[in-house]
């Protein structure tokens, strides 16, 4: 079983986007997920820094028109599907297209909007996020508890996110768990907490209008690692997960109950084939960075690289 798992925010660098520009057809597609997503992708992803792309309102769309660039890429180059999808927090709107759950246009328009929301609802309260990597797992959950901080996303491969004002952060990094590293994530806020609830409501507002098919291919969620079977249920879960923890340790256990013999990871990769690497030893990997990289997949996705 080949599945594709597409990133979410913090994995883009400046001028990514450049090399997937130069395929056929691409920039033109890029210019259409512009206009649905309200934002110049092109320039974001060829011309804009570090700063402007960190913008939750810019990067969300970036990242997701990235995935389904490469994504489209992937299958045209390997005459192939994969088995199955799933996506790390934003990266569910693109897990949600490649199953056939959303059209690319009313999966851009919302991932326009979720980002729009989101960044609005950060700039409400001053919150933010650190990575706590290492130390006993029990340990760093109580630690969060007592410091009112959310486990905000539950990574696995020994990592943790924690969110939440800035104070309690601050003070997990002077004092933290023996055995852990704190690190400060460039993020506007508190994702996948309370703090996001505003942002709920109008991607929820948004989605409502939005006809959702059911999936066509294995489809994981970031809420408990279960599979979706219902496009509606697909569009409750990905409206609700904006202040919910990303449980992305419970996909890949059951990325590994489900037999997954190979992972695939879309444009902007790295993070989450990183992740599988340490969670999910001896399973094949491939990180789609480049349009160079879409050989190594497109052999592991049609089983010649397995």
């Known amino acids: 079983m080949i599945i594709t798992v597409f990133p979410g925010q913090g994995s883009q660098t400046p001028g990514f986007l450049t090399p997937w520009l130069e395929l056929d057809g691409a920039r033109e597609r890029v210019e259409q997920f512009s206009s649905d997503a309200g934002v110049d992708l092109v320039a974001?992803?060829?011309?804009?820094?570090?700063?402007?792309?960190r913008d939750t309102q810019v990067a969300q769309p970036l990242i997701v028109a990235a995935s389904l660039l490469s994504y489209a890429a992937l299958t045209y180059a390997a005459n192939a599907t994969p088995d199955g999808v799933a996506g790390h927090s934003v990266g569910e709107i693109a897990a949600l297209v490649a199953a056939g759950v959303l059209t690319p246009a009313d999966g851009m328009r919302l991932v326009g909007i979720r980002g729009r929301a989101m960044a609005e609802a950060a700039a409400s309260e001053q919150t933010g996020m650190s990575a706590v990597i290492g130390g006993d797992r029990d340990a760093v959950l109580a630690r969060l508890a007592e410091l009112d901080l959310t486990p905000a996303?539950?990574?696995?491969?020994?990592?943790?996110v924690a969110a939440g004002a800035l104070a309690?952060?601050?003070?997990?990094?002077?004092?933290?768990v023996p055995g852990t590293r704190v690190i400060p994530?460039?993020?506007a806020g508190a994702f996948h907490t309370r703090y996001m609830a505003p942002a709920v409501e109008a991607l929820r507002v948004a989605a409502?209008?939005?006809?959702?098919?059911?999936?066509?291919?294995?489809?994981?969620?970031?809420?408990?690692g279960t599979t979706v079977d219902t496009g509606s249920a697909a569009v409750e879960l990905l409206v609700n997960q904006v202040a919910s923890p990303v449980r992305w340790d419970l996909c890949m256990?059951?990325?590994?109950?489900?037999?997954?013999?190979?992972?695939?990871?879309?444009?902007?990769a790295g993070t989450l084939v990183g992740l599988a690497k340490r969670a999910l030893r001896g399973i094949p990997t491939v990180a789609v960075k480049t349009p160079d990289d879409l050989a190594a997949a497109a052999a592991l996705l049609t089983g010649e690289g397995a």
């Open 208 to 224: 409502a209008d939005v006809p959702a098919s059911d999936p066509r291919l294995t489809l994981w969620t970031n809420n408990d």
């Open 153 to 160: 996303n539950h990574n696995g491969g020994g990592q943790i």
């Open 168 to 176: 309690p952060l601050a003070a997990l990094a002077e004092s933290p």
């Open 44 to 53: 974001a992803g060829t011309e804009w820094d570090a700063d402007r792309i």
């Open 185 to 187: 994530l460039q993020v």
């Open 253 to 268: 256990e059951s990325f590994a109950e489900r037999g997954v013999t190979g992972i695939i990871e879309l444009s902007p």
